[in-house]
């Protein structure tokens, strides 16, 4: 059974940093990747991960956001800073299962970014 699991959510000032982890077990993944999702607005890629490490981000992040991966744990982070408040989104992890062919999504964590 597939499960996708994140953490490290919060409430931060802007400017500050935070770090998201999210765990996949029961399968290998391909890519994995953060997506978020703010109110009133559709979900949107963050940034994602290949296998081999090779990595793309959205726009609005680059710079700032960090994604890597642990493949003997299936993790991968996501390191945040100089965050701002349209930052402030549900943060979902996504792992691509290849053989047989599968999306799987976490629950989602909260960031908010407020002073």
């Known amino acids: 059974q597939v499960q996708v699991v994140e953490s490290g959510g919060g409430l931060v000032q802007p400017g500050g940093s935070l770090r998201l982890s999210c765990a996949a077990s029961?399968?290998?993944?391909?890519?994995m990747g953060w997506y978020r999702q703010a109110p009133g607005k559709e979900r949107e890629l963050v940034a994602r991960?290949?296998?081999?490490?090779?990595?793309d981000y959205a726009d609005s992040v680059k710079g700032r956001f960090t994604i890597s991966r642990d493949n003997a744990k299936n993790t991968i982070y996501l390191q945040m800073n100089s965050l701002k408040p349209e930052d402030t989104a549900v943060y979902y992890c996504?792992?691509?299962?290849?053989?047989?062919?599968?999306?799987?999504w976490g629950q989602g964590t909260q960031v908010t970014v407020s002073s």
């Open positions: 996504n792992a691509i299962r290849t053989l047989p062919r599968g999306a799987y």
């Open positions: 029961g399968s290998i993944f391909s890519d």
């Open positions: 991960i290949t296998r081999g490490g090779s990595a």
